[in-house]
């Protein structure tokens, strides 16, 4: 079973004292994990600023991993920034953090605030166009703990993110996230379902997306 979610499905009340009178709060997943959507997280002033000086001043990176014997680069750019010794490592690649900026800082605060979790590290990935993707795949490596919070914040471009259930094949949802948004996931979600940019062939604006992560003592 395939669900496109639109803003106001199972809309929660907007007394919640983390939430300012004008923020959208969605429930995309409440089973089997939690997955919250917050499209109007950030404005579209500040988004647009903020992708601007994302965009310019982060150590963007070509990564590469090795499948079969082969050297592939990474659909996308990447960044890394964190706490000191905070490094990670996921499909084969090791990351090592950049000293925070000022404005991962800011964005990091707001959304501590919000998730009610003091974040460690965050990835940066950024997707030049319609052919830059990320493939099914759940962040659950041992860094992270066992139910990770992770909070997903996007600049630019509206992307389609789609999740589908590990052991439930068949129920897929669909969630475009516009520039400003923000996706909390938590709970058992990264134990139970999978997430995924596909490629797209329409026209899409270079899009960058940040995940605040807690790294753990492994």
Known sequence: MYHQIRLGDNQLDSSDPFLDNNLQKTVVIDTDGEVIFYPNFFSIE???RLFSDLYSSINWKQDIIHFYGKKIPLPRLTG?????????????????????????KLIKSKAEEISEVTFNSVLLNLYRHGKDSVSWHSDDEPELGENPIIASISFGGSR????????????????????????????????????QIPKTSKFVEPRINLTFRVIKPV
């Open 46 to 48: 500040e988004s647009d």
């Open 80 to 104: 890394w920034y964190g706490d000191e010794g905070k490094s990670y490592t996921y499909s084969g690649i090791e990351q090592h953090p950049d000293p925070w900026t000022p404005t991962l």
């Open 160 to 195: 389609r993110f789609s999740l589908k259930h590990k052991t439930s094949e068949n129920y897929k949802i669909n969630l475009d996230l516009p520039k400003g948004s923000l996706l909390l996931m938590k709970g058992e979600t990264q134990h139970c379902w999978q997430h």
